[in-house]
């Protein structure tokens, strides 16, 4: 009998524990992959999002957890997922209900980031405007702050893939001056995030996106 407060201590100690450990993981930073119909393929690359995150915890200091997780709009936890990442190759069709959704997780506070991996330009663009009716894409200036944060890229976004030989481009959507939506055009830099034999990229042009994927992550979370 007398050692049964040790053992209730001991339990309630561990439970303790466990439930920190618990709170610590569910406020730590993650990278919500976004789930869309339409032909597109929205789950490639899944290592992407990992690798980076694991740079930034490196390099900028961000307490992330380094693991692929994708989303719905319509899933029950899209509120609590702080930055979207949004990519692929071809089609994007959003329902009435997850274009509401969507403006709605946006409008929130929440940070969407769509990276054109060739092909889906005209179909986001097409869903951006069904999303936003009144707001516009518009190029960010090389001087804006997402391109100077932490890493610096006087040029705006680097050039990880060649597809139309066009130059690299970064626009954004603001909402009373807050950077909502970021998306990158001819320029990739996700390709870049993925395991090196996924695209054989070079060192350089890996290292080079990572920074810059940083930089895009560091300017969600401060502002």
Partial sequence: ??????????????????????RRIDSQFRITRLKYAGGGDWYNDPSAEVNLLLFARQYAGIDADPKYEFAELGSDNLFSCPFLFMTGHGNIVLSDY?????????????????????????AFRREMKRVFPDAELVELPYSHGLYHCKFDFPNGPPKTHEHDNKPPQ??????????????????????????????????????????????????????
């Fill in 170 to 223: 970064g626009f954004g959507i603001f909402l009373k001056g807050r950077l909502a939506v970021y998306y990158t055009f001819e320029s990739t830099p996700s390709d870049g995030w993925a395991d090196p034999e996924v695209h054989k990229d070079p060192d350089e042009k890996r290292e080079e996106a990572l920074r810059f994927g940083t930089n895009i992550l560091v300017w969600a979370l401060t502002q």
């Fill in 1 to 22: 009998m007398r050692r049964l407060p040790f053992f209730i201590l001991l339990s309630a100690l561990l439970i303790g524990l466990a439930s920190a450990q618990s």
């Fill in 98 to 122: 997850e274009i509401r959704r969507l403006r709605q997780y946006i409008e929130n506070g929440g940070f969407l980031y769509a990276d054109d991996d060739y092909g889906m330009d005209k």
